[in-house]
């Protein structure tokens, strides 16, 4: 799309916010998904590369000591989206430490030479691969002995996530469990780095921003500082020390790189982001939790929160009245089971929901006098591809017809099928998605189907009992707050039908309370009662003397 | 010759499908049909219902319990026999009964699922009036199922208006039962008038010999046997006669040990958490006498068909030791019974080790081999001896059920049920007969820990080494010796199966001048063993971190990864419990002992040392 066009002039989905002047969209195929989803829940950017984006930006707003959720931009009567911008420190020692360096375990592993020889030997390896790094500082800081530095640099390593399929080594990460921890997401360039978002596309900018509009925000800040931000555990401690200079390095040394801007998200307000807030608040407020076990809560109940978000979104801008529940299904094997194949077919309705959502949001600009107005003629067909330009930021390929351009109503039809084919679209994402948060399960001949992962249970437990919740109030959550169905009590319509016969879906709970218990989560009282339980409620004061001690 | 009536009175308590609805009501129809005394089940819960409705400051009692555990019976237990209330007026039509105690206005309902919706919310304001102290006149004795309890105050709260002081009092009340079920409190800690007294938590060994000697004793035995030929016959004895002699414990030596076996199968199932109401005790006691596998749709034997397997020698079919496991019903209808599918879990007849097959193929040692088949030589050798023979000759052709391996199974259940404990474990053990082969330290370690000061320490000592040896190899995932301390190891990532290997907290001692050691007590509500760290402080009580509940399914686990075995069918489950332990164990410790957010807490890496002793190596800031 030509570079002058405004981006006030891009075609909005019902009460969207307008999109800021700044916000580059030139590399979009199409202004469609963005316009109904935001820019952009990417399917590549899997759940913990969208904490450790997030993560990014409110760790260099609470370095600035800035607000970490100061709400939408504007004024509240005419409230705009929010402007930011923020910047991530290289941490290129470390980085290549852990995942470039080849020589440090070679050489700790080599028996019989002391200390100071490998040292030597490992430094001047180093210089020589890499003459532009300096970590001379290492020495010192581990005291001289290598094999401690070594022993650390494995434990750290022991830290990274999403560790499959091959990456270059600037796009792999640790779990983010301090600031020391985090790295951008860059390619390496002549004269450094450059932020090219290869898998960091803004998807946990998307994750930000839900939580900057929900209405927790407050009691939110005051959470992410104290357990998040301020948080400096053993794991962030040796990574600083691996980090040497570039732990004090300031903002204003060449060793960070600028995100000018953030992405767009356009609805002001939605109940889907209070869930996902109230879900943060409640894995944060846990102070028996470990750090590292809450942001995995976290990073599977933001992937679960934002899944919704496409299904609810789609349901929304495609006018449709609601969105059928999530039918999941507890086996997680395929044989003879109505719910699974409810939950299959379920799975197929949701993955259409995008396309059909893409469509009624063309179709709504397709209503406007300002295209019902354009004519049929030569100049009607330029005119159209000016407005398609302007409204949708798209560009039909040059293979068009030798003959000029298609009629408008043509070449509507063709942004739309390019807008519903491309690569790496909504539908994808929530497919991705879902599964790698553990909602979505996929076995070859039987099919794709929601069964969730003993892990993804684990999350939705521990967000949402507070001590102990019986097993039927624990469902009627699932469904209230995840349109998550799995029992016969949930699964009735509202005019008292079943999909599938009661026995299959009591079954279906039957088992869920199985998995519950085998993950610690259960304690059944008798065969009408049966509490769920978190585990992690913390220790208490002993009412009474205790029966008896022994040592 | 007129049949002993008894018998087919019990039959009407066995496992059909009709006794289901054998409730309390249906009982007294059974007692008139066959003109016997009725079965006297025990109401171990009355004293308490007494002193709470009676007692200086009175207060509304709810009795809750899973079905069949005898509800409506101590309620009409107390309204006849305490309250003094009118035969003729119980049960009643209505749902709840008015009646008054010592001036005070009683209000007993009998069944709160059996109230329609309408009653229910005439009696929710009451009762809840009643249990916040509002109303300090007006009792409540009510009975219901734990969920129907909760589902009362829950509706009752969901039907009033946000925000409304009726659902918060409401909410108030459920929030309160919901934590007393929870945590098995009868007393409330606060706030509510009420005894909550749950009758699936009372199911103690008196109880159980409560029922067994209401069947077992029971004069129709002596009358109804009278004149039968078979009761008194020495070479061909009555199957009903016989089970019931086993069970009693009038064999040679007067052993009872089959009835303290199942008394100790019983408690370990409830420990796991499988309670076992007083009905299906009923069920397994009437089911061990009468069973009978001939024809699967009569499991049960009449007074002819005894005489007949009597006459036939047939006691294959009659066996009660296969009885007791329910094997003589259908295994649809088995399963379905509480009583049966609990102790299936067991594994009674399948699991076995080489010392006990040698005590049943070779009758080595002799002297246990002897001692057992004088207490039962009819189900033991009678049964066993010639089919032996033919198999180590080579002679035997049967297959299937008939076959020789069923035959070896019947014999180690009887085995299991027949057999002393040794002194100090070993091989020779009947719980080498069930997938629980540490129950009986289980049990013993349960029992030392019920005294305070201990009794028996030296008893306690070695079982919580091997133990917290358990633990620290679950957490570390090596092969580790130390029993003196536990090391709460982790990773960072938190995929399974990945060990421990750092921890950035000082093991935790059993015993040492630390402020914070691991201590094993004895949970008074479930008479649980369990393990938790507790921190002593001068001048403060004790704080306890969350306890591990050494269920007898983990202390098994526990006691066969100390031993290098690694439990895998049930492994997954209590490698959970474990680490969610660890895990509140560690946060409880800083929590207490880091006041500076800014003090560093060490790393230590684990290591295992030749002597299988852990080593940790700071490498912290």
Redesign the interface.
Known sequence: MAATNANSELWLSKGALAVPENQRIHALTVWCDPAIWGLALYDDQTPWFTLIECLQLLTFRHRDRKELFPGLGGSPQASSHERQSYRIKLNTNLRHLLFRDQEVARIAARGGANDEVRWRQWLERTVKDFPDLDLSYLKAAFSDDFA?FS??LE?LR??EVEQFGAKRWTSRHL?P?GEAMLFPDVKMKDDGFALDRRFFQRTGEILYLMLNRSADRALLEHLVTMRVL?A????N??A??LQGPDADATTDEPKWVEAPTIGYLPVPHLARYDELARDWVSILSQ????L??AL?FLVRLSGLHQVIYIAERAVDVSGRASLTPFVVEMSGSARNNPVQILSAERYKAHKMLPSQAVEAFVQSYADTSEWREVGTGPMDCTHAKRLLSRRFAWTPKRTAAASGLSLPTDQLQAMLDAAKTRNHDIGSTFTVHAKKIGLLTARQRAGTWYSPSD?LLEALVLANVD????L??FLSILRRRYHIVIGPEEARTQSGELPVPLEDLRENERRLEERL????FI???????A?V?N?????????GR?????? | MRDNPLVAFLASYGPSAASDSLADEHVQAAVDRHGVRAIQAPAPKLAAMIEALLGDDPCSVILTGTAGDGKTYHIRSFYLGVAGGDAKLWPGKEGVLRTSLRGRPLRIIRDLSQLTDSAKADEIEGVTRSLLGEDRETLYLVAANDGQLLKFWRDASDREDLNSARRSRYEAVLRALTDMLRRDQEVPEGGLSVRLLNLSRTVTGETLDAVLDSILTHEAWESGCAHCPQATSAANPCPIRLNRALLMGFGPDGSDVFRRRLKEVIRIAALNDQHIPIRQILILAVNILLGDSKRRDRPLLSCTEAQKRARDHDYARTNPFGNALGLNVRAERRRALTVFSALETFGVGSETNTALENLLMDGTPPGVAKAIEARDPVYGGGLFRQRLKNYKEGTDTSSGTSGFQSALEAQRRRLFFLMDEPHGGGPISPWRLTIYHHAGEYLTFAEALSTSPLKNPTLVEPITAKLVKGINRTLTGMMVEDTQRVWLARSIGRSDGAGGRFTSIDPVARRAASPQRLVAVLDPATGRPRLQVVLRSPRQPDVASAPLELRPLLFEYLMRVADGSLPSSFSRQCQQEVRHFALAASSFIQNHFTRDESEALPILILSVGRDGVIQSRDIGV
């Open positions: 401690h022993e650390a434990l022991s830290a779990q469990v301020n400096d555990g053993p794991w401690r040796i600083r020390r102070s028996t939790i470990p590292e076990d995995e892990s001590g102990a919740i019986e039927g109030q218990r085998v993950l610690g304690n059944r009282k008798s065969d009408d009662c509490f339980v585990p992690f409620a913390g220790g208490h004061v002993a009412t205790l029966v008896h001690a022994t040592a």
